[in-house]
C-alpha cells in the first residue's frame, strides 16, 4: 500500500494511502460536534479528495492506455471542482483546509 504522506500508521500497523485519514483523525472527528465536525469534516475530505487527485496524476504517468488516461484525466477534474467547492464551504465557516498534499 502506498505510504500516507506523514506515514501514519493505522492501529493495525497498515500504512495509509495518500489521502486517507488516520484512525485518530477518524477519532476526533466522530468526537467533534457542531460547525467543528463539518469543519473537521470537509478538512479531511480535501485532503482524501487530494489524495485521488495524486492517484490519478499516477495513472496518467504509467498508463499508456488512452481509456485510463481519459478516466483519469476526469477523475483529477472531478476532485480537484470538489475540492474548490469544499474549499469555499469552509471559508463560509471560518475555517482553512489542512496543508495541501498536493504541494
Known amino acids: 500500500i502506498p505510504g500516507h504522506p506523514d506515514g501514519t500508521p493505522t492501529t493495525d500497523g497498515a500504512v495509509l494511502m495518500h489521502g486517507m485519514a ?11 460536534t457542531g460547525k467543528d465536525a463539518e469543519i473537521r469534516f470537509l478538512q479531511l ?11 490519478a496524476r499516477a ?6 492506455r488512452r481509456e485510463l488516461a481519459q478516466m483519469a484525466k476526469s477523475i ?5 471542482a470538489e475540492i474548490a467547492l469544499m474549499r ?3 471559508a463560509a465557516r471560518g475555517a482553512q483546509p489542512l496543508a495541501s498534499i498536493l504541494e
Not at 488516520?22 to 467533534?32: N, R
Request: proline residues 0%; aromatic residues 0%.
Open 45 to 55: 475530505m480535501i485532503r482524501h479528495h487530494e489524495g485521488g487527485v495524486i492517484m
Open 76 to 80: 483529477d477534474e472531478g476532485q480537484r
Open 22 to 32: 488516520s484512525d485518530a483523525e477518524l477519532l476526533g472527528l466522530d468526537e467533534a
Open 88 to 90: 469555499n464551504m469552509l
Open 59 to 64: 495513472v496518467l504517468a504509467l498508463s499508456g
